[in-house]
């Protein structure tokens, strides 16, 4: 047991990955002598040399389609994205090759290909480095998408999805690279890669996050606790796919459910996770599933994300929403789903940092 | 004066009138043949003629009269299961073919220069090079037949199966090179790709990636003329070869009607890979006798008398005219060809006829290596739907 941040956890699961399996390649722009822009694979190609850990030409399509190659020549390639912005031309090779090829081949031929994307918001920066790209990949059959919370999950997830002969696009959240945690090496607690875990226990509603969110819920679960609401956490970890049983029961032993991310509300995860959750537990439900998530805007300037990006004030107005419960602050109770704006208002009045 | 002083203090907002412009004409190489006198590599002529060629004979000077059959006989019968294919899909068989009439030479001059253990990354169009490589009939016709998304075992072949996203296959081409060094083997992939591809992002990052990396990998453009109904001249306003010094990488032009050459500069190119001096770009030059697919109509593109120029650079022809010249195919020979030809179309269209429509519960199956619940509740479910009516049914 050793306490690390997010960022250095990933870096030993990849050196774990790189020392358990020969055939493990990493390949991304500047993750050589750089070390990655965020230092992940820091110190890795002086220690496995530069045809294991490979500086690539700057082109994300490239980098993804050699991936491709590859694999099929038998390798279990590990790509880097820089960021999330910069998805978007290997999205092709993603969604056409890497996602279908097993599939097309009738299971004759397997991509195990791990995408790394640091993803999200919150770090101040300019266009493209802030996105939450994940309903594109958990839309599209054939990819396993992942994203974790802490250290622990950094490590442990990132080996697995390493290990995994199904191609798996892994959620780094970039904002929580330097948040410490004690790392097993090998856990004792350690779930499957797409299962759902249970972070905080609690009886009244349950809140579903994943990724840089996990953190918030359970600051918003402490905060509710003070107020004398049980909120259960629920990481839910895997987004492709959704452990959808873990979830179910955690809504049958509260009977509510908010689910959150920094991704744009349409058609994302959230109403993936509300609509199938209704159709499980319509009979449990005491409240609409209710969704506090980004605005269906593109990512903001740096200087206004605060208003774009869910807190820990807006998610205690969800819970006390899905409670039927006055705003816990403010003394105002309102409609079970207000439009979006009134809530950001509610929550800044509020006058909680997020 | 300078231009700076005419021009306009600001750009034009998009809503103002910018005025008419003169639009541009492509003024690229268009789809006219090839000549004898051109500079392309070329070891027999159009009217059957062997040429010297002191650079490129030495790659094919163990072809004798027996091997120039072979080749010949793999033309014919490459040939003669398109063409069979295409009456397939003409009869509702298939629900479509892409032909490669015209081609045969381009594709088995270059899959003839492989071995086993090369492996190749095609498009839809080298079924001619399939059939080199070993493709079983029937799985040649799958994917068109709609019964699966791929046909062949690539392992047991050593070809990838049809790519349909343009030029997506150069990218894996160059990994599998990559991979192929890694190994310590000396092993070389081979990316075919069409004039087409080679505006795709794709192609041109596989060449980045594969002279960056040194990669054993031959990309090999088959430059039919046509894009759908996209001349060359559209995309290109130079041959094809010369993008390739840009990249560090050498390009070569061929006859790609000329199944020696292709054979020569093909093994040449495959050579440098295995000797570890990196990549190679050929351009084939060749022509598409046919439609883009059995779905396109090419007279509404092609000038009425250019496919016939071509035909008299048909790389069968020309093959056909030079071991008659030698006296080097007899009758029985050119029977047995015949005979093989037809029993090779026949059983593309006895495989083809006997292709089952697979189970409808099938369409769950290989999402994932490890199954997903999602995926194996919604068969479920779907299991169920369909069991109702087989309730009401009886």
Request: hydrophobic fraction near 40%; proline fraction near 7%.
């Amino acid at each position: 047991m050793t306490e690390l941040t997010l960022a250095r956890a990933l870096n030993a699961g990849l050196r774990r990955a790189l020392e358990d399996d020969p055939r493990v390649v990493l390949l991304g722009e500047d993750i050589g002598r750089l070390g990655g822009v965020f230092r992940v694979t820091d110190g890795l190609q002086a220690d496995f040399g530069p045809e294991r850990v490979r500086d690539t030409p700057l082109a994300e399509a490239g980098i993804m389609g050699v991936a491709v190659g590859l694999a099929y020549r038998g390798f279990r390639p590990v790509v880097e994205i820089q960021f999330d912005g910069f998805v978007y031309p290997a999205f092709d090779q993603l969604v056409t090759q890497v996602a279908r090829l097993h599939y097309r081949t009738g299971g004759l031929v397997r991509m195990p290909i791990t995408v790394r994307i640091p993803y999200g918001g919150g770090i101040g920066a300019v266009e493209h480095h802030s996105e939450s790209p994940e309903a594109y990949f958990a839309h599209t059959p054939g990819l396993r998408v992942v994203t974790c919370g802490g250290p622990q999950d950094a490590h442990t997830m990132l080996r697995q999805a390493v290990a995994s002969d199904d191609p798996v696009v892994f959620l780094e959240p970039k904002r929580r690279y330097w948040v410490k945690g004690e790392v097993d090496d090998s856990p004792a607690d350690a779930l499957p890669l797409d299962r759902a875990r249970v972070v905080v226990p609690g009886t009244d509603v349950t809140v579903a996050a994943y990724g840089p969110l996990v953190l918030t819920a359970r600051d918003a679960a402490l905060a509710a606790a003070d107020e004398g609401v049980s909120v259960e956490v629920v990481d839910l970890r895997s987004l492709a796919p959704l452990d959808l049983d873990t979830l179910e029961a955690s809504v049958r032993r509260t009977g509510r459910l908010v689910v959150t991310h920094e991704a744009q509300r349409s058609g994302g995860l959230g109403a993936e996770v509300a609509a199938s959750i209704t159709e499980r537990c319509f009979d449990v439900l005491h409240a609409p599933v209710a969704r506090v998530t980004g605005f269906d805007v593109p990512y903001p300037p740096a200087k206004v994300e605060e208003h774009f990006l869910p807190g820990l004030d807006r998610l205690l107005d969800a819970v006390d929403r899905v409670m039927g419960r006055p705003h816990s602050l403010t003394g105002l109770t309102r409609a079970a789903d207000p439009p979006a704006v009134a809530g950001v208002a509610a929550g800044f009045a509020s006058g909680r940092a997020s | 004066m300078l231009r700076s002083d005419v021009s306009p203090d600001r750009a034009l907002r998009p809503h103002e009138d910018q005025g008419t412009r003169p639009t541009t004409v492509p003024d690229g190489p268009d789809d006219a043949p090839p000549t004898d006198a051109d500079d392309l590599v070329r070891l027999v002529s159009a009217t059957g003629e062997r040429l010297t060629d002191p650079v490129h004979d030495p790659w094919v000077q163990d072809v004798d009269d027996d091997a120039l059959v072979a080749l010949y006989e793999d033309m014919v019968v490459v040939r003669r299961f398109d063409i069979e294919a295409v009456a397939l899909q003409r009869q509702g068989q298939l629900g479509l073919w892409p032909p490669l009439l015209g081609q045969e030479a381009a594709q088995v001059g270059s899959a003839r220069a492989l071995r086993r253990d090369d492996f190749v990354f095609s498009s839809y169009r080298e079924n001619g090079v399939a059939y080199c490589r070993g493709a079983d009939p029937t799985d040649l016709v799958r994917v068109w037949r709609g019964t699966a998304l791929s046909g062949w075992d690539p392992w047991a072949i050593g070809m990838a199966t049809p790519q349909i996203v343009v030029g997506a296959q150069s990218l894996h081409a160059t990994g599998y090179a990559i991979g192929c060094r890694l190994d310590g083997a000396d092993a070389v992939s081979v990316a075919y790709v069409g004039d087409g591809a080679t505006s795709q992002g794709d192609v041109h990052e596989a060449m980045v990636f594969a002279a960056s990396a040194s990669a054993p990998v031959v990309f090999f453009c088959q430059n039919n003329q046509w894009a759908i109904s996209e001349p060359v001249g559209l995309v290109a306003r130079r041959p094809l070869a010369d993008r390739a010094p840009g990249y560090g990488i050498p390009g070569v032009r061929v006859d790609g009607n000329d199944v020696l050459a292709v054979l020569a500069v093909t093994r040449a190119a495959v050579d440098r890979a295995r000797r570890g001096e990196g990549p190679t770009f050929v351009e084939a030059v060749t022509y598409r006798m046919g439609p883009h697919t059995t779905s396109d109509d090419p007279t509404r593109y092609v000038d009425v008398d250019t496919p016939a120029q071509w035909a008299a650079r048909d790389p069968l022809l020309r093959v056909e005219r030079l071991l008659e010249s030698r006296g080097a195919l007899s009758e029985d020979r050119s029977g047995e060809i015949k005979e093989k030809a037809e029993s090779f179309a026949h059983q593309v269209r006895e495989g083809c006829l006997g292709l089952a429509v697979p189970d409808a519960l099938s369409l769950f199956d290989h999402v994932l290596v490890t199954p997903s619940p999602v995926v194996e509740r919604q068969r479920d479910e779907y299991a169920a739907y369909l069991a109702m009516y087989e309730e009401v049914e009886r």
